[in-house]
């Protein structure tokens, strides 16, 4: 399998380590309570489908990544810059 | 026997090689199987369960019953199909599964006594006393089952794994794959061609058949050519697919040094993972048998098998030939026998109308209903409709029909579907995504269809990958229907085999069907049908077709157990070549590495890297008088130790400052430049990740230094900040561990040992403690940090990585020249815990900020990383917190990983109120010391618990005290 880097490119998947569901990039305010941190820290989505996940490209440019696939077929289906991803949520508040 | 003028061997280059012990002669070109049916061989193994005479079956991968040991020794190679072995001068290859002989096998008594070990048998049999299984069945069961056995040794063959990317792939080189290939190539495709022979061909090498007015084997020599012409095509000869993966990535074993003396430095095998953009499955179909009343003797082969031997090995595989089919397939080979002068003694037929053009009696609508001959085929039985009556023959070539080889789109979990007009499985198209049949592997028979289906496949996928296949010159060739009437079980008195490898007969389907093992999946496991090495190629369609009808239920509705990888067996060795000692583990080798070893000092890993553990000095005869002296110097005068395997990590850029009050709980946005600052990091759950130091180098460049073992979390935590949740903060942040040698001279005479060998001196006003700056140390460009792991007023000095050996070789000499010297981990271990430093064996996951004292270093001013969290109930209260321990008495002794509990009452978990987590022994308090958790233990400091280590059977009565033992007031460090 690979994934696409915006980075480097078409890389081999063994490059790259699955980090968790994206939802990861909605840290909540330090003020917005228990049970709000509560699901941001311990509670995923975990749909037989399509799901936005956070990968690491630890073992070539470093970048987070935020990897759109198919849980179900395995299609890999996009893969963007986390911070990409994190400033445009940023910018629509 | 060898047959005159047939073949593709080569006969004037003979081969010597030797099987259970006797010596043989075959020739270029045979494998082990053809060359021992040459010299009249037929016993060849021993079946798994019964230890049943056996012979060989096919002449390809499938094969179920030869399989041999070759070789001797820490390399010797168990479970190698006879089938497959090329032949080459001096193979050596042993009988498997029989003692003292292939003739005389004392374990041939689990025949006589089968009734009892049908299927379920050990379900059964060995299900009480419970006390048993692990005594007594077990270790039975272990040592009669299991084929081949390895050498107990290791194995010094070198194995390997390689990597490869093409368009398209294309497994297997009958016509179809050949035919595909080709046109391929000429669309201007990158294609690979891999086939488990070392000869292309296929099938078209095993028949007489004609491709294009010539010869079919010559036709592929001629494709073959071609191909070699062909830049953009590889050609992987001995190479079997053995899985398709997601992504288009299909795993594939090339035997590399099987067929001889392995090439100097080449590998025995080597394991391919090929990245495809589409594949085409021209694997061809195996024929299978039919099941009767001892249809496992040896002499009794498939049909295609007996062809292969006589067209492909010129061999007959006897003297007196038999055919029974229940297809037209099967004809052919008692056509090519009596061409090639071997006497056919008849062709049995189950269907009733058939007409066969040979001389040979034609037996329609008759079938085999039992043999008999001990260690090979003397005589079979048939049932002609109107009675049975025996034939003597030395050879039966039996053809059920023939199943396409759809192993490869099942490993995705597709299914294959039951297609009635060859009552066999074609592949569900799609299943594997890219993968394409064609050929026998979709369910076409006849060469004509094989070589216009492949060249169909070939310009749809040529067309998909926006190029245009050349218009397609079918070649003339056979175009026969392959008309077929299903036979799957031909009756007969005794024991009829599916599996011949598992040694499942049909009786024992029935029976698992009888107690209602109905499902197909049930019945795998039950009976262990298609659980042995061939995983079912020769038995799974024949055994659901025969479940099929002791439950009443159609072949379709039955359904197939799933094909797994691999499509035949890979060695580990393959699958982890490269991955083995220092392979699996890499060394990481600081710059003081060489002298430190050439110092004696013992190396301990810390994760991949190597760090001394003492200096041994002369005298010295135990750890402990190394370590001692060592802290002694530390404490009196000044010691060296490489800390290069620390985490350093590189922060630039306007918003450094503000991320590291983002990922740190203190604050560093109003560290002053030239100061360092102690800085402790939380996960986002509250607990600690790491802790280290943090120096400001400039306005906008931050130093930071992580523990060794947390150096690459840490690195990628940071990444995972800024470039997940605050990519608003402009920062760089880079690795630079291994860019810095980096010492800790430590010690009352350390700035005295500096001042020797910085250009310009230093003193408590420029370098104060907590202080950083450039040095210029014996000319080169280095950093200075007065920072202490040890309590004693001491140094980190770094240099680029290229000056740490000599750096090293300096310090060390400067400090012995001071009474001191180099020191090691141990030492350094028991530095930090008279000061009560901690390490991850305090933070190792479960503890807060609060546990370990630092609850007031999480600034609540601004927010971090871990602060939000570690505020919630129960992170901040009736807590186990960070102690020291001492011995009540002087020579008590302490033990990490021991617990605390109290004076009174039982050792028991539910009165456990701590544990410890380092100990050492302290040269400088003169006993044990240790560090640990205590429940509420910062206020019950002077109370006496009992340590217990149910482990170890020790119990020391302890105190509890302040963390810190040596210099509370912290006066050393800034002396
Ligand atoms: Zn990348």
């Not at chain 2, 430095?265 to 391919?272: K, V």
């Not at chain 2, 010492?743 to 500096?754: E, W, Y």
């Amino acid at each position: 399998m690979k994934i696409s880097c915006p980075i480097c490119g078409d890389r081999d998947i063994r490059e790259f380590t699955c980090m968790g569901h994206a939802s990861m990039l909605n840290r909540p305010d330090p003020h917005a309570g228990a049970k709000v941190w509560n699901e941001y820290l311990h509670n995923r989505e975990n749909p037989a489908g399509v799901i936005d996940e956070l990968w690491w490209h630890g073992q070539g440019c470093g970048a987070w990544l935020v990897v759109t696939r198919n849980t179900v077929t395995h299609e890999i289906l996009g893969a963007r810059l986390a911070r990409d991803v994190k400033k445009e949520m940023r910018d629509a508040g | 026997m060898r047959v005159d003028g047939k073949g593709r061997i080569d006969r004037s280059a003979t081969r010597s090689f030797s099987f259970a012990g006797k010596s043989y002669q075959g020739f270029a070109g045979d494998t082990l199987a053809s060359a021992l049916l040459a010299n009249d061989v037929r016993l060849m193994g021993r079946s798994f369960k019964y230890h049943r005479p056996r012979g060989v079956l096919t002449a390809g991968s499938e094969e179920p019953n030869a399989l041999v040991t070759i070789g001797s020794g820490a390399g010797q190679e168990p479970n190698v199909r006879a089938t497959m072995q090329e032949l080459y001068e001096g193979l050596e290859a042993r009988p498997q599964n029989a003692w003292p002989s292939l003739d005389w096998d004392v374990l041939e008594i689990n025949d006589l006594i089968s009734p009892f070990l049908s299927a379920g048998f050990y379900y059964k049999t060995f299900m009480w006393p419970k006390a048993f299984w692990e005594k007594v069945y077990e270790p039975f069961i272990r040592n009669a089952a299991g084929l081949g056995a390895l050498s107990g040794s290791d194995d010094a063959d070198k194995y390997d794994k390689a990597f490869a990317h093409c368009d398209v792939l294309v497994i297997g080189a009958g016509p179809a794959g050949l035919m595909a290939a080709r046109m391929l190539g000429l669309a201007g495709l990158d294609v690979i061609l891999a086939d488990e022979s070392w000869e292309l061909g296929g099938r078209l090498l095993s028949e007489t058949e004609e491709v294009g007015g010539q010869a079919g084997s010559d036709w592929a020599a001629g494709v073959a050519a071609d191909l070699g012409d062909m830049p953009n095509v590889r050609v992987m000869t001995r190479t079997t697919v053995t899985g398709a993966y997601d992504g288009g990535i299909f795993g594939a074993l090339e035997k590399v040094g099987h067929h001889g003396p392995v090439p100097n430095g080449a590998p025995r095998e080597t394991f391919w993972r090929i990245q495809t953009k589409r594949a085409v499955l021209a694997a061809g179909a195996l024929e299978r048998p039919i099941a009767f009343a001892n249809n496992d003797r040896p002499g009794v082969m498939t049909a295609g098998a007996v062809r292969t031997y006589l067209n492909r090995y010129g061999v007959a595989p006897g003297r007196k030939i038999a055919v029974f089919g229940n297809n037209d397939d099967a004809h052919r080979t008692a056509m090519d026998l009596q061409d090639a002068g071997v006497e056919v003694a008849a062709v049995i037929d189950s269907r009733d109308d058939v007409s066969v053009p040979v001389d040979a009696k034609v037996m329609a609508g008759a079938r085999v209903v039992g043999t008999k001959g001990r260690l090979g085929l003397r005589e079979i039985m048939i049932d002609t409709g109107r009675g049975v009556r025996p034939l003597q023959v030395d050879c039966l070539a039996v053809s059920g029909g023939w199943n396409p080889s759809v192993h490869l789109t099942c490993h995705m979990n597709g299914r294959p579907v039951w297609e009635p007009s060859i009552a066999s499985f074609v592949p569900t198209p799609g299943a594997v995504p890219g993968l394409v049949a064609c050929g026998s592997a979709a369910g076409d028979m006849a060469t004509a269809d094989v070589l216009a289906s492949a060249a169909r496949v070939a310009s749809d996928i040529a067309a998909d990958l926006g190029k245009s296949a050349p218009t397609a010159e079918l070649p003339e060739a056979e175009g026969h229907v392959y008309a077929i009437e299903p036979l799957w079980d031909a009756g007969g008195k005794g024991r009829a085999w599916l599996d011949f490898q598992n040694d499942v007969t049909t009786k024992d389907v029935r029976q698992a069907a009888k107690e209602n093992y109905a499902s197909v999946e049930h019945m795998k496991r039950y009976t262990t049908q298609g659980m042995a090495t061939d995983q079912g190629k020769n038995s799974n369609v024949a055994a659901l077709a025969v479940l099929a009808d002791a439950t009443g239920r159609g072949i379709p509705e039955t359904g197939t157990t799933t094909f797994r990888p691999p499509y035949s067996p890979v060695a580990l060795a393959a699958l982890g070549a490269g991955a083995k000692g220092k392979g699996f583990a890499p060394e990481r080798l600081t710059t003081s590495h060489a002298a430190t070893v050439a110092r004696n000092a013992p190396m301990i890993e810390a994760g991949l890297w190597y760090r001394p553990s003492y200096f041994p000095q002369a005298g010295e005869t135990t750890w402990r008088e190394s370590c001692d002296r060592e802290v002694g110097w530390v404490r009196d005068a000044v010691g060296v130790c490489d800390v290069s395997t620390l985490g350093k990590i590189d922060i630039q850029g306007p918003d450094a400052g503000a991320f590291l009050d983002f990922v740190y709980t203190n604050t560093f946005s109003t560290l002053k430049v030239g100061k360092v600052r102690y800085g402790l990091m939380l996960r986002e759950d509250g607990h600690v990740m790491d802790d280290g130091t943090c120096a400001r180098w400039g306005d906008t460049h931050f130093v930071m230094t992580t523990t060794t073992a947390a150096a690459g979390q840490v690195m990628k935590h940071l990444d995972y900040v800024h470039q997940c949740l605050r990519p608003d903060l402009d920062v760089s942040i880079v690795s630079a561990t291994e860019q810095w040698a980096q010492f800790a001279v430590a010690g009352p005479k350390s700035r005295d040992l500096l001042n020797a060998l910085l250009d310009a001196p230093i003193d408590n006003e420029s370098f104060p403690y907590m202080g950083c700056g450039p040095v210029s140390v014996a000319g080169v460009a280095g950093r200075l940090f007065r920072i202490s792991f040890s309590g004693e007023h001491a140094y980190e000095v770094a240099v680029p990585a290229r000056y740490g050996d000599s750096l090293f070789r300096m310090l060390v000499a400067q400090a012995e020249a001071l009474g001191g010297g180099a020191y090691g981990m141990e030492a350094l271990n028991v530095l930090r815990i008279e000061k009560g430093f901690i390490t991850h064996a305090e933070i190792h996951g479960r503890t807060t900020a609060f546990d370990i004292g630092m609850g007031r270093m999480v600034s609540s001013k601004k927010d971090c990383i871990g602060q939000t969290m570690a505020a919630r109930p129960g992170l901040v209260e009736d807590r186990e917190e960070l102690v020291g321990f001492r011995p009540a008495r002087p020579t008590g002794k302490l033990l990490a990983g021991a617990h605390i509990y109290p004076l009174d009452g039982d050792a028991v978990r539910e009165r456990d109120q701590g544990y410890i987590t380092s100990v050492a022994y302290s040269p400088t308090v003169g006993t044990d010391i240790a560090l640990g958790f205590v429940r509420n233990g910062r206020n019950r400091m002077g109370e006496k618990l009992r340590m217990m280590d149910h482990l170890r059977g020790e119990e020391t009565l302890v105190e509890l005290c302040d963390p810190v033992f040596v210099d509370p007031e912290g006066g050393r460090l800034r002396g």
